[in-house]
DNA sequence: TATCTTTGTGGCGCTCGGTGCCATTAGTGT
DNA sequence: ACACTAATGGCACCGAGCGCCACAAAGATA
């Protein structure tokens, strides 16, 4: 608690503004690292104390969020077939507060539409699928890298990226719809 | 046709084979572009004009295999649902020659269990998926765009890379068969 | 107040992937 | 022999990322 030797320079929160502030008005990729610890004013080796790496920055805090997925999935009713406990539970993850909404499109618009980014995300969203593998696993008394356990993260995650990148499409689009409406897809798809 | 100029030096297959070596020696991340250079007796430089990157050199030449998959989907009798012509395609699309099946496999555990190559495959996939979104898209009507096109490639590639997955655990499995145990699992999990 | 301990900072130097530039090389055609 | 053409590969440079380490800034102790 008491806070004994030097005290930070920074944060991971002042670092994600002071990038996301240029990554807005140069892009991504035209942004180095060196620029982005000037503008917060700190030394370029500290931050990838920070952050792993540039590309991880986008993703704020996502890691500390699986934490309250696995408890979202542990607390909806059991009552129901696995496959709609995860719809539910995918659904409860991605609401948030409307005020939220800008900065989250802007965070979701870069994630998706920056090629570099798009092949980091797999690497982060790995978590997230096994979230969903072991919830299934668990409930069908199976192993989490099972077939079908593993299956249904991948779909999960396939499903939810659609309906993101739909959702990015239309600025009026309500994203928890387009999750909805991408399942429905998906179903009428394997209907015939 | 009448070969002008300085002859070439190197073979996008000469260097894929040279890398492979040593990729088996020492793993992916271990083996520098000069390192394969020196293997293939050639420039560093000339390396990146065979291939964009370090990470691509594992696909090979899976660019040209997309007009093969185009075909497949085309040439499939087409009186049957779409998604069943799909699953058709996909398996007719990983079929091989049993001789070559040690080779491939060496890739796709490259690709599939190096995490750099992890990430980065989701950019080279993303014209597979555009492959069947466009396949489903024109079976329906729809635009490749539009929601349940676009669900659709993304679900048949996390089908397969599952089904890849798994192929890999099992030295004795076949890939066609669980191609189909994939799909198995995701109607029985969707079932209930 | 002076010193010790703890902990974050940030500069330096290096490796490696990747790119633009350009002189050179090794062929073919006249 | 000479021009033409196309691939090669060296060189210099950039940016991400990392190991190392001296240093700064706080609290604790005496």
New binding site residues.
């Given amino acids: 608690m ?10 991971p929160a002042q670092i994600e503004a002071a990038a996301f502030r240029l990554f807005a008005e140069r892009g991504f ?1 035209a ?7 000037a503008e ?17 920055i986008p993703w704020g805090q996502f890691d500390q969020t699986l934490e309250h997925f696995r408890a979202i999935l542990r607390e909806l009713p059991q009552d129901r077939p696995v496959h709609e406990v995860v719809q539910q539970g995918v659904l409860a993850f991605n609401e948030f507060d409307p005020a939220a909404e800008p900065p989250h499109r802007e965070r979701m618009r870069l994630i998706l539409e920056t090629p570099t980014l798009q092949a ?1 995300s797999v690497l982060r969203y790995a978590e997230w699928r096994s979230v969903i593998a072991e919830y299934v696993a668990e409930r069908l008394d199976l192993r989490p890298d099972d077939l079908l356990p593993r299956t249904a993260g991948g779909v999960a995650l396939t499903l939810a990226i659609s309906a993101y990148e739909a959702w990015l499409e239309d600025p009026a689009a309500d994203l928890a719809d387009l999750l909805t409406a991408t399942m429905s897809a998906l179903r009428s798809y394997l209907a015939d």
């Avoid at 008491?2 to 944060?11: D, E, Q």
């Avoid at 942004?31 to 610890?37: D, F, K, L, R, Y």
């Fill in positions: 008491s806070s004994r030797g030097r005290p930070v320079a920074t944060s990729e942004v180095t690292m060196s620029e982005i610890a917060v004013g700190v030394g370029r080796r500290t931050l990838f104390r920070y952050f792993e790496s540039k590309n991880d980091h």
